[in-house]
């Protein structure tokens, strides 16, 4: 019977790692990501992948991306022969230098675990029971229940000029459903749409 490799000091490396990036030791998170990559590089860079999204997450928002090809790079280096580290060292600088946010793992526990726990239940919000469903056609919610409530963004970035047109344009003509018909060059042809003999809307 072959002798089980002792797996402590892999794991308490790996545990090092993760806490010296939540502290932002990027010095330490180095010296424990060589440790690692000694012993295994597929398992070093997928604990690499974990911490990006329960420690880091939404407060560095395009280091998933940049987390991707740096480790592209790094297999493609070690592939030809080279090492690697100008990549490793990479992402260990930026994981552990920036903004950290445990809101991906948090919520987790705080609405899929109390789910599981505490069978919660969330009742449909009113704003959701808009034109596009049964029941808010039902209750007669339209174009303006629309505009009034459930297209509301939370730190909307818009045009504003833009956004009133749209409005303008919805108000007017979208109180029934509609075809968008798109809009012809002027070539002379009459563009107004018309219903055929099997009533499928066409344009002049």
């Not at 445990?102 to 526990?109: E, F, V």
């Not at 039902?138 to 009133?164: H, N, S, Y």
Request: hydrophobic content about 35%.
């Amino acid at each position: 019977m072959a002798n089980k490799i002792d797996m402590t000091p892999v794991y308490e490396a790996m545990s090092a790692l993760q806490k010296a990036i939540r502290r932002n030791e990027m010095a330490n998170a180095y010296y424990w990501a060589l440790k690692l990559e000694a012993f295994n590089t597929k398992m070093l860079w997928n604990r690499l992948q974990i911490i990006v999204s329960e420690d880091i997450g939404r407060a560095q928002p395009e280091l998933a991306a940049t987390f991707d090809v740096l480790r592209k790079w790094y297999f493609t280096d070690k592939d030809k022969g080279g090492t690697g580290r100008l990549y490793l060292s990479h992402i260990i600088s930026q994981m552990a230098s920036g903004p950290k946010s445990r809101d991906a793992d948090d919520l987790i526990s705080a609405i899929g675990e109390r789910q599981y726990y505490e069978r919660m239940n969330i009742p449909i919000p009113d704003e959701a029971l808009d034109m596009h469903t049964l029941k808010g056609k039902k209750m007669g919610r339209g174009i303006e229940f629309w505009w009034r409530e459930a297209r509301k963004l939370d730190q909307e970035v818009c045009d504003e000029g833009v956004k009133a047109e749209a409005k303008r344009i919805e108000l007017a003509y979208f109180k029934k459903p509609h075809v968008f018909i798109p809009t012809k060059l002027n070539t002379g042809v009459d563009d107004k749409p018309y219903s055929d003999e099997n009533g499928q809307t066409k344009l002049g």
